[in-house]
C-alpha cells in the first residue's frame, strides 16, 4: 500500500485553502492527504515550500498558422517544456481555421501537431474564422463532442475579423452546442483607419502599433460583444484585457446579470506602450494586441485582479524571433509596423511574475493565486476538478514552488524557443522548483527533466460558465 511519490512537509495551497500536510501519489494521481503518511518508492522534502496546483495556461499559442508568412517560435514540444519549467502542468492552445477551410480540419491538424511532443497535458480550443453552414452546423458539433469545448472569435485582423452578423451566427451555435465563446474584442476598420493616419504622416515605426489602436478601439469592441452574447443570450469570455475602460465594460456587464467573463496577462500589468517606442525595431519585441498601455490601465488591471474581476490570468504566448525574418523583422528592419507579427513569448514568466509581482507584493492572496493560475482556468475550460486542484482523485499535476527564490529573468534561463524575453531583467521573488504532471518530475530548478511525449490530450466537458437549460428552455 506505499506510495509511488510522497511529497513532504510542504504547506499545501488550494483556491480555498492552506493546509501543511502530506501529499501521496499514485498512478498519477493524489490519493492522500493527511499528517505523515507511510512510505513511497520516491519522496520530496518540502520544507519550507509551497505545494500548489500545477499552472494551467488556458491562452497560447503553439505551431499555428499564420497567413502573413511569420512563424510562430513555439511548437508543441519547446513550447510546453517551457511551460512545464515556469510551473505549469497544462496548456490551451488554439486550433486556427482558416478561411476557406474546414474547421474540422483544423483542428485534426492541430491534434496532429501535438501528438506524441507534449511535456505537460494540453487541450484546445478552436479558432472560427469562417463561419460557414457546413462549419457551425455539422462541424461544431462533432468539434465539442472531441473534446474541444471552446471557441474564439476575432473582431479585427485581415483574414480572420467576423462581421457583426457572423459574430452572432457564431453565438447562435456556441449556444446550440453547450460550448464557451471566447472573443479578441477590437475593431477592425478603427484599426485601418488609424493605421492609414499614422502612415501618412510618417509615423510607422512599432510605437504606432499602439497608437494605431488605443484602448477606445478595444472598449467599442467589448461592449458590441457583450451586446450580442445578451442578444443570443450566451455567456462571453472576453480574452487578453488591457486596461481600465474594458474593465469598465466588464463590470457593467456583471452589474446587469450578464454572464460575462474575462481574462488579463502579464504584458498589460508589467509593459505599457512606452516599451515600443524605440527608433529601431527594438520596439517590436513588444508589440502585441492589444498594446500594452500606461501605468494607471496596469493598476487598474491589478486592481481588476484583487478584486476578482478577472476569472484567469493567461500568458497569451505568442512568440515570434526578433532576429529572424519569419519573426519581428520580417519585412525588413524599417518596415511599417503593420508587417510586425502580432505577439510576445510568456508561458514561462507568467506564474513567477504573478507570484511575486502578486503575492510576494502583497496586491493578490495565495489563494488567489491559485485560482488565477490554475482553479479557474480548469472550471471555466470543463477540466475541474480533474485539474486545478489538489484534491483526492485529482491528477497528480502539482508545482512546489519556493515563495523566497529571487531570479532575474534573463533570455538565457528560459527555455523557449523565442531568442528574446520582453522581461529581461526583471527582478522576482519566489520560483517554481519543482513540477510534477501525472505523478513525474517534469521540470526541475527551471529546467526539463525527462524527455517529451508523456502529456496527453484532455478531452474537456463543458464550461462551468455555460447554462444547463432544461429541454424546453433550449
Ligand atoms: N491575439 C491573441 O490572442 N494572441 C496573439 C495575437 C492576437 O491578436
Ligand atoms: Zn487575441
Ligand atoms: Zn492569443
Ligand atoms: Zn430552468
Sequence with gaps: TGFDLIIRNGTVVTASDTMLCDVGIRNGKVVALADKLG??????????????PGGIDSHVHLAQPTSDGSVMADDFESGTRSAACGGNTTVIPFSLQERGTSLLKSVEEHHQRAKGKCYIDYALHAIITDPTPQALEKELPQVVQGGVTSVKIFMTYQDMALN??????VMEATRREDALTMVHAENFDAIQQMTERLERAGQTGPRGHAESRPIVVEREATHRAISFAELVDVPLFVVHVSGGDVIEQIEWAKRRGLPIYAETCPQYLTLTAED??????????YVCSPPPRDKANQKAC????ARDVFSTFTSDHCPFI???????????????????PNGIPGVETRLPILFSKGVSEGRISLNQFVALSATNHAKVY???????????GSDADIAIWDPH???TISQSMLNHNCDYTPYEGMELKGYPVTVISNGEVVAENGRPVGSAGKGKFILRGKSSLVPSRHPFEA
Aim: hydrophobic share 40%; no cysteine; glycine share 10%.
Design 382 to 392: 470543463g477540466m475541474y476538478p480533474q485539474k486545478g486542484t489538489i484534491a483526492i
Design 276 to 285: 515600443l517606442d524605440n527608433a529601431n525595431m527594438e520596439g517590436s519585441k
Design 164 to 169: 457583426d452578423a457572423e459574430i452572432f451566427k
Design 302 to 305: 491589478w486592481d481588476a485582479l
Design 322 to 340: 526578433y532576429g529572424s525574418d519569419t519573426g519581428k523583422k520580417k519585412a525588413g528592419a524599417d518596415a511599417s509596423f503593420k508587417y510586425v
Design 405 to 407: 527564490k529571487r531570479v
Design 39 to 52: 512510505t513511497a518508492a520516491r519522496e520530496i522534502d518540502a520544507t519550507g515550500l509551497l505545494i500548489m
